[in-house]
């Protein structure tokens, strides 16, 4: 039994250190952004480090790998999600857009339907009707009237969390890919995405101190690195509606974060609607362990 607990610790663990990075990784790319780096150079150079990275973890390991059009989209759409997740948290309120985020249940089930052909359960319609409630009362300004994304950030938050249920769903039809693969096809992708962006959307390099651009590659090399192997490693070892549940600490490290190291203010409706939007991904954990 001991050694069974010290087994489901470390998943844990992992997950939980997954989640709090996500959720604080927001205040050293500010830093670095007010150092005068762009945000898309930012995405870039952090990324770049971390495929770096990445790409002499499978050299030494010697890591089987077989290009394929489902690991190109994996590429793709995680290349998005966090390319999105970044530049949302750079401009946007940091707890409005995580719980944007947070309407990932949402997708899921509709991309489920459709790309895996699952059937819609009684969970499945809790998940839909509290998340697009949740989404509709945050989205709420009387001024405007319809419930619509306010600006930039909220449709890169909500944008990002449609790419990260669709990378989910693509990794559900990729089981007998490595981690470590995986790893490097999603850190290889967000260097393409924001790669992409910048020449069609050219953003002049602007000259920075040497020392924010060693502060941002050893931040991709570190930080992102060990939070997308310790996510990957947990979600690999744990049934699926553990790791859903574990994962919303994201939310309680990027509120307090918030809390500490600013000063926006989350307004009641957007309290509210996260919480059912919190609630929508909680019931959609539930769905897998029926499944499970």
Known sequence: MPTKRRFEFVPVLSLLVSATLWGVIWYPLRLLENQGMEGLWLVLCTYGAATFIGMLIIVLRRCRFEPSWTLLFLAIASGWCNTAFILAV????????????????????????????????????????????GALIMLWDPAIGLPWPGDVSDWLAISSGIAFALSNVLVRKMQQVTVEVK????????????????????????????????????????????????????????????????????????????????????????????VLIIIAAWFEARRHLRTD
């Open 90 to 133: 750079l401009e946007g309120n940091v707890v409005r857009v995580i719980l944007l985020f947070y309407l990932s249940p949402l997708w899921t089930v509709v991309l489920g339907m459709l790309v895996l052909d699952e059937r819609l359960s009684r969970y499945s319609w809790l998940t839909l009707v509290s998340a697009m409630c």
């Open 183 to 274: 790893a490097v096809s999603t850190w290889g992708g967000v260097f393409m995405v924001a790669g992409l962006l910048l020449l069609v959307v050219p953003r002049p390099w602007v000259d920075v101190d040497i020392n924010v651009l060693f502060y941002a590659l050893l931040l991709g090399a570190t930080a992102f690195v060990l939070m997308t192997l310790a996510l990957i490693y947990g979600v690999s070892h744990m049934p699926v509606h553990r790791s859903a549940v574990i994962l919303l600490f994201e939310l309680v490290a990027g509120a307090v974060s918030a809390q500490l190291l600013t000063n926006e203010i989350v307004q009641p409706n957007e309290w509210t609607g996260g």
